[in-house]
């Protein structure tokens, strides 16, 4: 697809991962096969750009091709440092030990009670995902071997999942936990988590902002991410430097960052939880609300080599990402055009972006996060409370409960057992 923004054309390449049948194209997904057909098809156009903002395949391809064409980029090996989650952590734990958790890897096929060191409660992650797949608080070895006793079809999709991963991350990194590992930490106590943006330019750092990941509660599940943080003036600094140390020991250089932290106000503790090296795309229109600028004018400025835009005055004085989650495995439906219709009429700065799951897909997320997100909704306000009121009025404006009853399909074992019975 062909898009025409001042002097450049803008061209999509790859396929979307998140809607069937184009995420077919999974099964037989070949990085540098991808590269090099892209390379080849454009070898007589003058490429002046190379972006994207999509953790699981999109940045690692960006940064390759950026690479191959001599462009401007975040470093292959940088990249794949800061996605190898153990290979991160040992990093921060030689360079920022005040700020990273005792941790461990293993593989997900060995005993769990033989493998992890650490005392429990722990935290544990896949050494490399996104989307918070598979992260769970687990209380016991009991609760830790459920937990990755994973299905040869979960199997199967991690391992597609994370195949450009397998393929590129050899040549640019040494580190005994692979895409097969995960990563078990000291659970921290409940806190505030938050994330800071950032970009670095020729090796320098510059902060964008700091947002606030609020849970629903007694969750591990986002419920909203507000900009600007509401956190003291003092501890928002304290966030952007151990931020800005993370980045910098992992030898990232250029583009986008999006840090995610941990503070705690009974000890104030910091905590580095992870370095994504991309763009928060969920933020960018955040930031255009508040700052005037988004994070997309950014990646496309660093991308081509040119001057990163200044930050200019907002018509915001926040903005935030509402996160519609549903825990109890309903079935969810999109509001109706009436419903969409008023949205805009009250909000017209309102922005509803669907993310419906159905069938397997939506039984996979919950059993692997707990919970399944169904929409985001984006809105701005003149402050907090007003940010919060207008999110309020805005949800009951949208009905996303079926309006008729859900179909049901029969599976081929069923149908079987019945024929049988006949």
């Known amino acids: 697809m062909r898009k025409r923004h001042r002097e450049y ?99 997900y096929d060995t005993d769990p009670a033989l493998a992890v060191t650490l005392p ?89 902002g700091v947002v ?53 106000p009974d000890t104030d503790r910091l905590w580095i939880v992870e370095v994504n090296p991309r763009m928060a795309g969920q933020f960018s229109d955040l930031y255009e609300r508040v700052t005037g600028r988004s994070l997309w004018d950014i990646q496309l400025a660093l991308a081509l080599g040119s001057t990163v835009p200044e930050s200019r005055t907002g018509a915001f004085g926040v903005a935030a990402s509402f996160v519609f989650r549903e825990f109890a495995g309903r079935a969810k439906q999109a509001p109706t055009k009436s419903n969409v219709s008023r949205l805009v009429e009250r909000f017209p700065d309102a922005r509803l972006y669907l993310d419906l799951k159905h069938g397997a897909a939506r039984r996979r997320e919950e059993r692997w996060v707990g919970s399944y997100r169904y929409a985001l909704l984006h809105m701005g306000g003149y402050d907090h409370d007003d940010l919060c009121e207008r999110f309020v009025s805005a949800e009951a404006l949208l009905d996303f409960e079926p309006r008729q009853p859900v179909k049901t399909a029969l599976s081929l074992e069923w149908l079987r057992a019945l024929r049988r019975s006949i």
């Open 9 to 107: 054309e803008f061209i999509e390449a790859g396929f979307d991962l998140f809607s069937s049948p184009s995420n077919a194209q999974l099964l037989w997904f070949d990085i540098d096969r991808f590269i090099d057909r892209l390379l080849k098809r454009f070898r007589r156009r003058q490429i002046a750009a190379v972006v994207s903002n999509q953790e699981q395949f999109g940045a690692l391809a960006a940064a390759l091709l950026c690479e191959r064409l001599g462009l401007p980029g975040t470093p292959v090996a940088a990249l794949v440092t800061a996605q190898n989650k153990a290979a991160a952590r040992a990093i921060h734990r030689e360079q920022l030990p005040e700020h990273t958790p005792e941790f461990c890897s293993f593989r």
């Open 212 to 264: 606030d990941a609020v849970m629903y509660p007694g969750t591990q599940a986002f419920r909203r991410f507000e900009l600007p943080s509401r956190l003291p003036a003092p501890v928002r600094a304290r966030c952007i430097a151990v931020a800005r140390r993370a980045v910098e020991t992992l030898g990232f250089s250029h583009g986008l960052f999006n840090v995610e932290l941990i503070w705690h």
């Open 120 to 208: 429990y409660p722990i935290f544990v992650k896949p050494v490399k995902a996104a989307f918070s797949v598979l992260a769970r608080r687990c209380e016991s070895v009991e609760a830790l071997r459920a937990h990755v006793s994973l299905s040869p079809f979960d199997k199967a999709v991690i391992r597609a999942l994370t195949r450009p991963f397998r393929t590129v991350s050899p040549r640019y990194l040494h580190c005994d936990a692979t895409a097969d590992h995960f990563i078990a930490e000291t659970a921290l106590e409940p806190g505030v988590q938050l994330s800071v943006d950032g970009y670095v330019e020729a090796g320098s750092v510059h902060p964008v």
